[in-house]
């Protein structure tokens, strides 16, 4: 009797969002935040979805978005109590308290008497460091260390165009930063200051996520390669008729059937030999 046909193997499947898209989400269903982006994070987002929809793979299309919203999470919220903490006057303050350009001062005190509205006096306080210029490297930041894993920008071949592409994210977000000191509305220490802030953040995010960009596993996150590596036990797939047989051994089933089987084959041999089965 021919020996049956062994299991056969498919390996990990690809994962699609229809196949591994709601295990990746109740996965992290508690870490998914809906956030407002800020500047730069949509050029992030749309990059990140078109690198998915060439490539397909729902594990680094998830990890891309959450690692992106922590970024700017965890840097909106650190700049904030920075603000708040340090209270530094914007260069446009004297504006802000003065609005007719008349200052006014304490005698005794020197300090100055402001007459302005109160919301722009108290925004005026929130110079150090800037938010537009963290947010921005927060998320570009992270796009660029995103397609210096995808594009292998460290592959030691020497291609100048990967680099450009890879910094491309960052001078976008140095544009947004030197705009906060043309207006008016930070110094250059709040803006480069919040630019390494955005950065920081943006880095540790995505290492948390992605292997290095050098690394040979550095094109897909951690969660795909432990995928890979461990794959569900619907992955190995069967014949149906080995599923309630074991496998054959000296040419007998070592089963319950295969024991029926040879008992009712003995009934018959000794039924044709003129006996009678109690």
Same mark, same amino acid.
């Given at each position: 009797?021919?020996?049956?046909?062994?299991?056969?193997?498919?390996?990990?499947?690809?994962?699609?969002?229809?196949?591994?898209?709601?295990?990746?989400?109740?996965?992290?269903?508690?870490?998914?935040?809906?956030?407002?982006?800020?500047?730069?994070?949509?050029?992030?987002?749309?990059?990140?979805?078109?690198?998915?929809?060439?490539?397909?793979?729902?594990?680094?299309?998830?990890?891309?978005?959450?690692?992106?919203?922590?970024?700017?999470?965890?840097?909106?919220?650190?700049?904030?109590?920075?603000?708040?903490?340090?209270?530094?006057?914007?260069?446009?303050?004297?504006?802000?308290?003065?609005?007719?350009?008349?200052?006014?001062?304490?005698?005794?005190?020197?300090?100055?008497?402001?007459?302005?509205?109160?919301?722009?006096?108290?925004?005026?306080?929130?110079?150090?460091?800037?938010?537009?210029?963290?947010?921005?490297?927060?998320?570009?930041?992270? !796009?660029?260390?995103? $397609?210096?894993?995808?594009?292998? %920008?460290? #592959?030691?071949?020497? @291609?100048?165009?990967? =680099? +450009?592409?890879?910094?491309?994210?960052? !001078?976008?977000?140095? $544009?947004?930063?030197?705009?906060? %000191?043309? #207006?008016?509305?930070? @110094?250059?220490?709040? =803006? +480069?200051?919040?630019?390494?802030?955005? !950065?920081?953040?943006?880095?540790?995010?995505?290492?948390?996520?992605?292997?290095?960009?050098?690394?040979?596993?550095?094109?897909?996150?951690?969660?795909?390669?432990?995928?890979?590596?461990?794959?569900?036990?619907?992955?190995?797939?069967?014949?149906?008729?080995?599923?309630?047989?074991?496998?054959?051994?000296?040419?007998?089933?070592?089963?319950?059937?295969?024991?029926?089987?040879?008992?009712?084959?003995?009934?018959?041999?000794?039924?044709?030999?003129?006996?009678?089965?109690?």
């Amino acid at each position: 009797m021919p020996a049956p046909a062994p299991p056969i193997s498919l390996g990990a499947p690809t994962p699609y969002i229809t196949s591994h898209g709601s295990k990746v989400a109740r996965l992290h269903i508690n870490d998914d935040r809906p956030q407002i982006p800020h500047e730069g994070q949509y050029s992030t987002i749309l990059g990140c979805a078109a690198i998915y929809f060439k490539k397909r793979n729902v594990y680094d299309l998830h990890h891309a978005i959450l690692g992106l919203l922590f970024s700017v999470l965890i840097t909106a919220v650190l700049t904030d109590a920075i603000k708040d903490g340090v209270g530094r006057p914007r260069p446009d303050f004297f504006w802000r308290c003065f609005p007719d350009g008349i200052p006014d001062y304490n005698n005794f005190t020197t300090g100055a008497i402001c007459h302005g509205e109160a919301s722009v006096i108290k925004e005026g306080h929130k110079s150090f460091p800037s938010g537009h210029t963290s947010w921005s490297f927060a998320g570009l930041g992270f !796009l660029s260390w995103y $397609l210096a894993g995808k594009i292998k %920008v460290f #592959d030691r071949k020497g @291609h100048v165009a990967k =680099v +450009c592409i890879v910094l491309s994210p960052l !001078l976008l977000a140095a $544009l947004v930063a030197v705009s906060r %000191v043309d #207006d008016y509305w930070h @110094h250059w220490q709040d =803006v +480069c200051t919040g630019g390494l802030l955005g !950065l920081t953040v943006a880095s540790i995010c995505y290492l948390q996520f992605f292997p290095l960009p050098s690394d040979e596993k550095g094109l897909w996150p951690h969660a795909y390669f432990r995928h890979i590596g461990e794959p569900e036990g619907d992955n190995q797939v069967q014949p149906t008729y080995m599923s309630h047989r074991s496998s054959i051994h000296n040419g007998s089933f070592h089963s319950p059937d295969a024991v029926e089987m040879r008992s009712t084959s003995q009934a018959l041999d000794f039924m044709e030999a003129g006996g009678r089965v109690q």
